[in-house]
């Protein structure tokens, strides 16, 4: 693509005074550098704007921010602005029988015991870890999440994470469950923001959204499907978190815990390996996934007509008799380093 840019660049760079040439206003005001941005040495002065597409799935996979974090670190302006500027990552609970079922039908080709006379049975257990740690990618209805994502969503602010702190962060969240359902996993999408430089006087932020309910976009939303799903009842909070930790893979290995909030327990400890007593727990869930396994379902299409008739009981969501009156709310910073007796506190 450098090379193919080049030869318009130089065709408008060819563009003479009497004779207007291809692309004439582009003449001599662009410079093609054809190399890596971490390579040292280019020819690349202190810039006042850095534009860049450095987002994969869920904001984060491919792992092209931290080069989008090298241009900045290296050749922004002080006071220099960002295209994007902030990402934001959402996440809500979602049901999903059938994507679910699906799921742990693959797992359980692997439960035969004479498959042309091979027991499979022995590796049973590692094809459910796999099948249910692969990410599914695509489109999906939102009218399947039993609660609402936290207002906000976590904040990446591109003008000041670090590379540290991008390589391994933590997402808190609580969720009120606004239907009786079982929860098969965990949904998420981000937004990004393009913020207007400081010195624009009254300009006005364009956010671009891959939430379920707006447009498609390349990126799509992705689930994360729990190996065991749980029940929850409507006006139930349901508390947890998300750890992502960069692989060498160009991705994330993820892993999050949810809880349903009895007024006893506690969250585990992020940090922590996964404890086999609180694995026991009827109300926790924990798992892990590879986002750079991804697996992909376009089986959802949007329905253009009236709405109108749809009722949350056709995913076998529940309403609840009475309105929920009890109101939710989550900051980027409720989970933090400080603990108490081991466990984070929310």
């Known amino acids: 693509m450098a090379e193919k840019m080049q030869k318009i660049v130089d065709a408008a760079n060819a563009s003479g005074n009497e004779v207007p040439g291809k692309n004439a206003f582009l003449k001599d005001k662009i410079e093609v550098v054809q190399a890596k941005i971490e390579q040292p040495n280019l020819p690349i002065p202190q810039v006042d704007t850095i534009i860049s597409e450095p987002i994969g799935v869920l904001l984060i996979h491919e792992r092209m921010l931290e080069s989008y974090l090298y241009a900045r670190d290296h050749y922004l ?10 990402g934001s990552i959402f996440l809500a609970p979602f049901t999903d029988a059938g994507l679910w079922s ?7 080709f692997w439960e035969q015991q004479s498959f042309y006379g091979v027991d499979l049975t022995a590796v049973y257990a590692d094809a459910k870890d796999e099948m249910f740690g692969m990410p599914v990618v695509g489109g999906f209805d939102p009218r399947t999440l039993i609660a609402p994502a936290n ?5 990446v602010d591109f003008y000041t994470i670090t590379l540290e702190e991008l390589r391994d962060f933590t997402i808190p969240f609580i969720w009120q469950a606004s239907y ?39 990126w799509q939303q992705v689930r994360f499907l729990l190996k065991e799903p749980l029940a ?12 992502c930790i960069v692989n060498e893979m160009r991705s994330y290995t ?7 909030n009895d007024g006893t327990s ?8 996964p404890s086999p007593i609180l694995n026991l727990d009827y109300n926790r869930r924990r798992n892990k996934w590879r986002l750079h396994e ?3 379902n376009y089986s959802y299409y949007p329905q253009t007509g009236n709405d109108s008739i749809f009722r949350p009981e056709y995913s076998c969501l529940y309403e609840p008799e009475q309105p929920l009156d009890v109101t939710v709310v989550v900051e980027n910073n409720l989970l933090d380093d400080a603990t108490n007796n081991g466990q984070f506190v929310l």
Do not use: C
């Open 294 to 296: 991804q697996t992909y």
């Open 254 to 260: 993820i892993e999050a815990e949810i809880l349903l």
């Open 77 to 86: 302006k002080p006071g220099g602005t960002l295209f994007p500027s902030t």
């Open 232 to 243: 929850v009842n409507a006006g139930q909070t349901i508390q947890g978190w998300m750890r």
């Open 180 to 218: 009786t359902g079982i929860i098969h996993g965990i949904a998420g999408w981000f937004d990004l923001q393009f913020s207007p430089p400081a010195t624009i006087q009254n300009g006005n932020p364009i956010t671009m959204t891959t939430n379920p309910t707006a447009e498609r976009t390349h």
């Open 266 to 273: 506690q969250l585990s400890d992020p940090l922590s390996s």
């Open 151 to 155: 207002p906000g969503g976590y904040l």
């Open 102 to 108: 699906e799921t742990m039908g693959k797992a359980r």
